[in-house]
């Protein structure tokens, strides 16, 4: 996966920082038994997905015409019928 470049762009970058941030602040709230910080994280979460949703409409993710790299493996052929060793 690393090789497509998958994810490495500004866009994904600031929505999965922001997701994350998110998700702490949810987990943080959850284990000291704070319903509505652990919601305010969450928003948190879903904020991180509409910011890079944005950032990719407005060029910094990546094209919808970006097609990775085809690598081409030879196959295997079978050995002629009358081939003998």
Do not use: D, N
Not at 11 to 28: E, L, M, P, Q, R
Not at 44 to 60: F, K, T, Y
Not at 65 to 82: D, H, I, K, L
């Amino acid at each position: 996966m690393a090789g497509s470049s998958h994810g490495h762009t500004p866009a994904a970058w600031t929505g999965v920082i922001i997701a994350f941030i998110g998700f702490c602040v949810s987990g943080a709230f959850t284990v000291m038994a704070q319903p509505v910080g652990f919601w305010a994280g969450l928003v948190v979460v879903a904020l991180g997905g509409i910011v890079g949703w944005i950032m990719r409409s407005m060029g910094l993710g990546m094209p919808k015409a970006y097609t990775a790299p085809v690598r081409v493996v030879a196959s295997a052929t079978p050995e002629p019928v009358g081939a003998q060793s």
